[in-house]
């Protein structure tokens, strides 16, 4: 679980990530076991009545800063990498210095693999 406080107009909400790992399984393969929750986004925003934060921009843009995490953090295995070797410009053992590639693989994070929900919650009335 991930816990991102949310701050727009001196108005604080709470947005909170369950069961990020599940997409990250799903794109290594793995199937959804059967009773297991889903991946989702949930913003707790008391101050949906006078629209203070823009629940859809929040979900896009925790869904890119997530992405762009995934991407530059993760660690390069079976799952999401595939080694191409290929000859380098210096001098190795044997004459030829032998460079290991990695392609990595596309992952994304969206609306699809990681829905939002805004569950009620109590509103405030003090906004001005």
Do not use: C
Not at 2 to 15: D, E, I, K, M, T
Not at 69 to 82: D, G, I, K, Q, Y
């Amino acid at each position: 679980m991930l816990v991102f406080p949310v701050n727009y107009n001196a108005h604080w909400s709470l947005a909170v990530v369950t069961n990020l790992s599940m997409i990250v399984d799903a794109g290594a393969g793995e199937k959804e076991k059967e009773g297991e929750e889903t991946p989702k986004i949930f913003l707790m925003d008391s101050g949906r009545k006078f629209a203070a934060h823009s629940t859809k921009q929040i979900f896009k843009v925790l869904r890119t800063w997530l992405t762009s995490v995934w991407e530059n953090t993760r660690e390069v295995n079976n799952n999401n990498a595939e080694v191409v070797e290929g000859e380098g410009e210096g001098e190795g053992e044997g004459g030829v210095e032998v460079e290991a590639k990695i392609k990595k693989k596309k992952f994304k994070i969206n609306a699809m693999n990681l829905p939002g929900v805004a569950p009620l919650v109590p509103l405030q009335d003090n906004f001005r």
